[in-house]
């Protein structure tokens, strides 16, 4: 289920939801869907969108783009993962997986990545990895969505399945900062808007972010369904 709603800061908007919903924090997915600064005659606002997880519905929990790097794995030890499966669950997510994307006719081996607290990552390593991907990470967010449903059906929908490929989703994270910066720096010299492709959820979340510290330009997300636009707004400074 979603939910929306608005604070001056998007802090304070997280820190309502959770608030009214009577979740933790880590329990629900965040979309921000305008931001405004604040300036002399204007109080700054931040809107943002909160999905919640329908178990009936067989909704999956997104992606929240944190795969821990080498650094975040040093620093905690119990994050970095025999990559093979420790239980019952994850040699089901494993088989999962692996029949998966057998049947769609492709080669795979399937191995834990991580381990975190309601999360786990599983790492493919395929000599098909960019099909697997897809054009912008389709395909991968599409398995990612399947095994998460997966694993609600075995009982664990605390559970957040993280897939990924050639290090994708890290690669894909500092690609759109850059995207964000550079479309940035195009509207503040024509002096009008730029529509980004269309994005998922947190892909969204980090061109709103990256961008909010701008004080001449402000972010709105367009359209309908999971993959929204971002559309960068040059407002100049008041």
Do not use: W
């Amino acid at each position: 289920m979603t939910y929306e709603y608005e604070a001056e800061t998007e802090k304070e908007a997280i820190e309502k939801a959770a608030q009214e919903l009577g979740l933790e924090k880590d329990q629900f997915d965040v979309e921000i869907l305008e931001t405004q600064k604040k300036s002399l005659f204007k109080k700054g606002y931040v809107k943002i969108k909160v999905h919640t997880v329908d178990t009936a519905d067989h909704v999956a929990p997104e992606f929240d783009g944190k795969v821990p790097n080498a650094t975040t794995c040093a620093k905690n030890p119990h994050i970095v993962a025999n990559p093979m499966p420790q239980d019952e669950f994850e040699q089901k997510l494993v088989d999962f997986v692996t029949e998966m994307i057998n049947k769609m006719g492709y080669e795979v081996a399937v191995e834990v990545m991580f381990r975190e607290d309601k999360k786990i990552g599983i790492k493919l390593t395929s000599e098909s990895s960019s099909i697997l991907i897809g054009r912008k990470g389709k395909n991968l967010d599409a398995m990612q969505l399947l095994v998460n449903v997966y694993a609600g059906h075995l009982g664990r929908e605390d559970i957040r399945v993280v897939l990924d490929s050639e290090n994708y989703r890290i690669r894909r994270e500092e690609s759109l900062v850059r995207l964000a910066y550079v479309t940035a720096d195009k509207v503040r010299m024509n002096r009008n808007s730029i529509l980004l492709e269309p994005m998922n959820p947190f892909e969204r979340r980090l061109i709103h972010t990256t961008l909010n510290d701008i004080p001449d330009v402000e972010t709105k997300s367009e359209g309908d369904g999971l993959y929204k636009q971002v559309r960068v707004i040059y407002k100049g400074v008041r």
